[in-house]
């Protein structure tokens, strides 16, 4: 499978990086906006500019996009749609229906197969959340995410006067993840799932007491939430916060029996030292789909939800029934 | 969607129950080897003897096969498959492909589905095997059972002389569970693991130290691990040992990075206060999928792998990209 990039981030070098661990992929092309002789890669594949892109048609097999939700993927991936099997990891969970018709439209029209929204969350979380659901009719969907880095929170901190550098992580409440494991069914609010720690490092002569206050009281972001502020040195952010791990879990419980009266606890856990080499993990696993579905004769978007489990592994359905079954 | 059931134990009863909580179903008829007059179900389905099976070819749109793996299922499901699309939870392992091979041949001929191997295990947690291996190339795999009551080693202490019943369940080993999820990837024997705990009670004037000598040095069941034997009473036992729980868990942890340099962990985790209940409700859910797929004009031996997700559940697939991607 002759695999493509579309921009060289940290989500980028994850998909690089996964498919040296698939040996049934090959990297052929990153595909970047900047001057491919900026760009240093660390694999044999060639760097292009995307204004070239056209000319990889039949050069590969599907192109990986790794750009952002908020302004890349919602152009890019009906675009791209148009000439490739592609793969996207589309995450504003309240514009994907729109982002899915967009999407639809090309690849239906090109008859290549493009599958949105593929990473974690949305994702293998949504998977889990469908499964459960699907198996436990009656009963109560918990999500928590973390131990793990908000890049959002971090930028919105980082934007705050005074502040040179900082690290959000986002903690799931224990006290509230014992009683839903603990078949409570609590109705918890924004507060009660979760805590923020904020890891800043001040410009010099900043005032402190300001900057906490600032972020504390910030809406959406901080407000609705107990929210602590670290103030470190640059040396011990480098030092203690640089990675990006993230995880969380999906949890669903319910009942079943003439009267209800049993519990069942389905709980799905992820604890990752990397969120986007992670990410890229899942991308490329679909990619392995989508390469596949095309070479049977489908086309159009598809989710995580239209994917059978068996497209993702480069087993046969042979050796999966006899190893994995 | 029409629901047959054939055998009326707990897995039968575990289906009946699961169909109430699926609006989308109905049941219409349990058959049975017994006489029908014989047995008494808890809703208004019909209750027909199996010899009369043939007469509701058009009655039903799937049948669901609750016998047990021994010598039920291996000749049952490729007889059935040749009526009816079928789903059973065929979990002789090391037998699956004969039995897949079996049930294909039947199904193909007829032109109906057969999902075979539904429950949790195999089942769910075959698939998050399969999911987490796709994912997580290199990487160590790791399933623990329990705590839960194993009906296979209950029998097993049942049958030594001098007692009355008993009660075994299979418990994981915290310490080495922690070794796991803390990536050490460890090597684990038979005994590191999982414990054994019996409930036993003893028939007046049995030799307790011998029952408990037997047990501990059985073969295969209880030799290879640490067992621990309770004498209790027969109270006691109906008391606090009636329920039939299971669960466990499947986890995979791998590395991805430059340098193999980052941890990831991938749990899947059931707590059930029904074994026989939570089967079921599997059940359901791939018996929904069977029958869709056979109306999309496809047919033969299936397993969960094969199965897309979005046919388990009731939902649309804008319903599901709207509120649970």
Chains 1, 2 share one sequence.
Not at 152 to 180: C, F, M, N, W
Not at 185 to 210: F, I, M, Q, W
Request: hydrophobic share 35%; glycine share 8%.
């Amino acid at each position: 499978m002759r695999v493509g990039i579309l921009g060289y981030g940290n989500l980028g070098r994850g998909v690089e990086n996964a498919i040296k661990q698939n040996p049934d992929t090959e990297l052929v092309a990153v595909f970047t906006r900047r001057n491919p002789q900026d760009i240093k890669i660390n694999s044999n594949a060639k760097v292009v500019n995307v204004s070239e892109i056209e000319n990889w048609k039949d050069k590969i097999d599907i192109l990986i996009l790794c750009g952002g939700s908020a302004t890349d993927l919602p152009e890019q991936t009906p675009k791209y749609a148009k000439l490739f099997n592609v793969i996207d990891s589309f995450d504003t969970h309240a514009k994907i229906p729109e982002h899915f018709t967009n999407v639809d439209k090309s690849a239906q029209e090109a008859g290549k197969v493009a599958i949105i929204s593929v990473g974690w969350d949305p994702g293998l979380f949504s998977l889990n959340r469908m499964y459960a659901n699907a198996i436990l009719p009656e009963g109560v969907d918990y999500t928590f995410w973390g131990k793990g880095v908000s890049q959002g929170h971090s930028d919105a901190i980082r934007r705050i006067e005074g502040v040179l550098d900082a690290k959000q992580y986002t903690v799931p409440v224990q006290k509230a993840l014992d009683a839903v494991k603990n078949c409570e069914n609590p109705s918890l609010t924004t507060r009660e799932k979760h805590t923020r720690e904020c890891y800043v490092v001040l410009k010099e002569g900043a005032d402190a007491k300001r900057v906490e206050h600032e972020i504390k009281t910030m809406p959406n972001y901080f407000a609705d939430y107990d929210t602590t502020v670290h103030f470190i040195s640059l040396e011990e952010l480098k030092k203690n916060h640089s990675g990006i791990p993230h995880g969380g879990c999906v949890i669903r419980t319910g009942k079943t029996g003439s009267n209800k009266e049993n519990n069942h606890v389905i709980e799905y856990n992820l604890k990752l030292d990397s969120n986007p080499e992670f990410t890229s993990s899942v991308l490329i696993a679909y990619a392995r789909a989508a390469y596949r579905l095309n070479k049977e004769g489908q086309k159009g978007a598809k989710t995580v939800f239209d994917i059978a489990p068996c497209y993702l592994s480069p087993k046969s359905g042979e050796e999966l029934r006899k190893t994995m079954l």
